[in-house]
């Protein structure tokens, strides 16, 4: 069973930097790309960034892609996803998901909030 558990969120001022955690485990994690996704009540839900299961691949969202990196790294019996997030805006203000992409089917961690602001 696949459990996604995030970690690093917070308040962080404008222009400044966070870096955001989720510890994936389970048997099949190596297997499937992750992803960040983040949501905010007048946005809905957007993806973030996505990373293959290899790590080779990333791809990020068009407001954030000059400003994040996405990154997975195998450990013993847990892959680590991580976020990186610098020069931050208000607008980055919102509950940010981890995200294990399967065939038909999406596993979700149970969300962590990130505040930009003073």
């Known amino acids: 069973q696949v459990r996604l558990v995030e970690s690093g969120g917070g308040l962080v001022q404008p222009g400044g930097s966070l870096r955001l955690s989720c510890a994936a485990s389970g048997r099949t994690v190596i297997d499937y790309p992750l992803a960040w996704f983040r949501h905010t009540p007048g946005k809905g839900r957007e993806m973030v960034a996505s990373?293959?299961?290899?790590?080779?691949?990333?791809?990020?969202a068009t407001a954030v892609k000059d400003r994040c990196s996405i990154s997975r790294i195998v450990a013993t019996n847990m892959t680590w996803l991580h976020l990186q997030m610098d020069n931050l805006d208000p607008e980055d203000t919102a509950v940010y998901y981890c995200?294990?992409?399967?065939?038909?089917?999406?596993?979700w961690g149970q969300g962590i909030a990130v505040t930009v602001g003073t």
């Open positions: 995200a294990l992409i399967g065939v038909g089917t999406v596993t």
């Open positions: 990373i293959t299961p290899s790590g080779g691949r990333t791809a990020y």
